[in-house]
């Protein structure tokens, strides 16, 4: 995309080239928000079932992939990896193991008795309108 280069002259024409600008850009945002939808994107998602992936997606295009839960297991999670062979979902023998690292997401702080977070809790309930 190419954008006028505005240097100098009266304003109308100034204004004239920066709303021209404006619209140039706010096409290519919208044709690219367009494309990142599920529908235009190549990953399409997770799924608990294959069924679901089926249901969901039944004429996937060439290049799309997507993940199905395998295990519910909570210390063992596993997805099977899918992709779009010949427009239809191939099963691959490919899985998927994400790792969490669960510091990364929860805090743990010892404490000696209730006494000692009873300030958080009712802090939080003033933050949800649920004052006592």
């Given amino acids: 995309m190419k954008l006028n280069t505005i240097t100098n002259g009266n304003w109308?024409?100034?204004a004239n080239?920066?709303?021209y600008?404006?619209?140039?850009?706010g096409i290519a945002v919208s044709q690219l928000?367009?494309?990142l939808?599920?529908?235009?994107?190549?990953?399409?998602?997770?799924?608990q079932t294959e069924a679901e992936l089926f249901n969901k997606f039944p004429e996937p295009l060439l290049g799309?992939?997507?993940?199905?839960?395998?295990?519910?297991?909570?210390?063992?999670v596993f997805f099977q990896v899918y992709l779009c062979d010949n427009y239809v979902?191939?099963?691959?023998d490919g899985t998927y193991d994400p790792q969490a690292i669960l510091e990364n997401y929860i805090e743990t702080v010892e404490i000696d008795s209730l006494d000692d977070i009873m300030a958080d809790v009712q802090e939080y309930n003033n933050l949800l309108g649920n004052a006592n």
């Fill in 12 to 14: 109308t024409d100034i």
């Fill in 17 to 19: 080239y920066l709303n």
């Fill in 21 to 25: 600008n404006f619209n140039k850009m």
């Fill in 33 to 35: 928000s367009d494309s």
């Fill in 37 to 47: 939808t599920p529908e235009g994107y190549p990953y399409k998602g997770v799924f």
């Fill in 64 to 76: 799309d992939y997507a993940f199905v839960l395998v295990t519910t297991d909570p210390e063992n």
């Fill in 89 to 92: 979902w191939e099963k691959t």
